[in-house]
């Protein structure tokens, strides 16, 4: 039996008096995927990015470990909300326009201490002070760099386009701009290097496009922790109390975490290993999460129909985007379907072997999307479900 039959009969084991469709995390494998997220940090602290995780429980559980601390979170509400439950250290990692919650935020002394928001541009300080009646508690700011690599000129960009900021200038102004103004205080810098901690670098068949993003990637880390270094200087001589410096992401934290300018690491999909990380070197992490859908039809020989499945991740829109069926192995989509919204028709020699009721196990491609699907995760240990929680859907939370 391989490994991965291994745990196929292990999770229909676990689940046989569940009904898909449903989801689990493996506690074993997401315990172990945390260990290797802190033996690659090199002893900085990794802070979870919640967004890849989207279940209370599973934050508490990796936050408990030694080699985490504090929260990276996605929306001011979810922000507002996690730390209404308890958590003590939530960096917003996106600007908010939300202006309830920023006067939510300014009027909570808990809050206010708890939560630090992201910035880029001054007029983002500007809707903070229209949204609030008052600025005695001072609201902690975090201010986000440019990482991406550009090239020839700023002709050529690679990178997700996120801040404006990218020079260190830049970032001292605004740093300047956060000082002298009441009822702010500049508390940390962020810099995600997306292009090279969410980008795989071994794609399967495509040796060429696999060698230019690793090229592309060493000129990145090499353009961008020179940068990064002196960005972190220009802030620091404005703000020397500055409390962190963050980067990185699951697919960089060796190399994000071995720049000295940087004091903390952050990362999340590593926990629970969607597929878009099987196309990396620089880690091997378990899968984790999946989901499961049951066989409701056998059109022929070498089909079966699931119940739905037709989960796609956000992004450019491709194949990749797309669940994988992954227990049993050997199944494949029909091209002319895909993976559809009620029923995804499968195709492969090991349909004939499935019965009708029979669960067929997908991972998702990214990681906390999954937990928009379902209301809650049962928890796998050995073949026993030893716990069921809910994630954000389940307990009423949508925050995009």
Known sequence: MTPRAADRARYDRATAHLDAPLALVDLEAFDANADDLVRRAQGKPIRVASKSVRCRALLERVLARDGFAGIMSFTLAESIWLARAGFEDVLLAYPSADRDRFAELAADPKLTAAVTVMIDDPAQLDLIDRARDRDDLPVRICLELDTSLQLLGGRVRVGARRSPLREPA????????????????????????????????????????????????????????????????????????????????????????????????????????????????????????????????????????????????????????????????????????????????????AADDLLIGDKVWFRHAKAGELCERFDELQLVEGDRVTATVPTYRGEGRTFL
């Open 170 to 349: 830049q970032l001292a102004e605004l740093a300047r701009a956060v000082a002298r103004r009441p009822g702010f205080r500049l508390v940390g810098l962020m810099a995600y290097e997306g292009h090279i901690a969410g980008v795989g670098d071994d794609i399967a068949g495509r040796p060429v496009r696999s060698r230019a993003i690793r090229l592309m990637q060493t000129a990145a880390r090499k353009e961008l922790a020179a940068r990064r270094a002196e960005v972190v200087r220009a802030v620091r001589a404005v703000a020397p109390d500055l409390e962190f410096v963050n980067g990185g992401g699951t697919g960089s934290v060796q190399h994000t975490a071995a720049e000295e300018a940087v004091t903390e690491i952050a990362a999340g999909s590593g926990l629970y290993v969607p597929r878009l990380f099987d196309n990396y070197t620089s880690f091997t992490g378990r899968p984790a999460a999946l989901f499961a859908q049951p066989v409701v039809r056998r059109p022929g020989v070498g089909v079966v129909t699931v119940l739905g499945g037709g989960y796609p991740a956000s992004g450019a829109a491709g194949a990749d985007r797309l669940p994988v069926p992954y227990l049993p192995e050997g199944l494949r989509y029909d091209p002319q379907e895909g993976a559809g919204e009620v029923q995804t028709p499968l195709l492969g020699t």
